[in-house]
């Protein structure tokens, strides 16, 4: 099985990586992840797809070998701003597979195997959205502009981690995808909210549209707009909070690290990743 990871610095500066890595912290999470998953599913190869600032700075921290295999990520075909669509690049990666994939985010850890538990015919997602009140709707005025006109429903999923089963259906979204981004590029979108649209929203309106089987990793709705965890379902493998202890997403936990807040302490944040990884001497 590939395993994908996917980063593009947009801002073109070591120092910034766009709203991928931006810090020490993100970069300990980025090698974290492929880190426990290598650990956990030696059999699978790890692929990481970045540009060239990406790549010269993994390489100087002399990391580069967490992953079997190193790609460029290419220029797109499609005329899309990146400040707004930071994530377009994942979604030409996945437009080119040909095979079953999994991609995960770089603040996506897996602490236990759990490729066992995915039926493989079956697609899965991070967790579910009810995304009412949060995610654009049939009424939006950029919504409405899109071609060909559908109807949209606000559920949606978390693509932090995705096990795409079906090349023939990864390339339908993807393309898909792509094509919303720049549809809303020319329309001059104002925020990401339109990007989580475009590969959020959108992933979980095809996967219903077409009938294909999908489950989620963690089996508890997230409720984008009360941004908090909702009712549990059936359609997944762990219930939060149990699924910490297997699965965690980052996610917004990033910012209350970064900001010392509910208990966390950045620099002990950072401290037991580098242990965990047997880098404690890693100078970032």
């Not at 931006?22 to 190869?45: F, I, Q």
């Not at 797809?49 to 390489?59: E, F, G, P, R, V």
């Not at 997602?125 to 049939?138: K, L, Q």
């Not at 699924?243 to 944040?269: A, C, D, P």
Request: glycine share 2%; hydrophobic share 35%.
């Amino acid at each position: 099985m590939k395993v994908l990871w996917v980063l593009e610095n947009i801002r073109t500066n070591l120092n910034s990586y766009g709203n991928y890595i931006d810090n020490k912290l993100d970069v300990l999470l980025l090698l974290a992840s492929v880190y426990l998953w290598k650990k956990n599913h030696p059999e699978d190869h790890c692929v990481l797809y970045a540009d060239d600032l990406t790549i010269n700075y993994l390489d100087k921290i002399k990391l580069l070998y967490f992953w079997d295999y190193i790609q460029p990520v290419l220029p797109s075909s499609k005329r899309i701003n990146k400040d707004v669509f930071w994530a377009s690049s994942k979604v030409e990666v996945l437009s080119k597979v040909n095979e079953p994939v999994i991609i995960m985010d770089h603040d996506t850890h897996v602490y236990k195997p759990i490729k066992h538990l995915l039926n493989p015919d079956t697609t899965y997602v991070c967790n579910y959205e009810i995304g009412e009140h949060y995610y654009p709707t049939n009424y939006d005025s950029y919504i409405k502009r899109l071609t060909p006109r559908e109807r949209f429903k606000t559920d949606s999923c978390n693509v932090s981690f995705l096990y795409l089963p079906d090349p023939e259906f990864t390339k339908i979204y993807a393309n898909k995808s792509l094509d919303m981004m720049e549809q809303f590029t020319k329309m001059n979108v104002p925020d990401p909210q339109y990007l989580i649209f475009a590969e959020q929203l959108l992933l979980r309106h095809l996967l219903d549209k077409n009938n294909i089987k999908h489950n989620s990793i963690i089996s508890t709705y997230w409720d984008c707009d009360k941004r908090q965890w909702g009712k549990n379902h059936k359609k997944g493998l762990f219930d939060y909070p149990h699924s910490n202890k297997t699965f965690l997403h980052y996610g917004t936990l990033k910012g209350e690290i970064r900001h010392n807040m509910n208990g966390f302490n950045y620099e002990n944040v950072c401290k037991s990743l580098l242990n965990m990884m047997n880098l404690s001497t890693l100078q970032l």
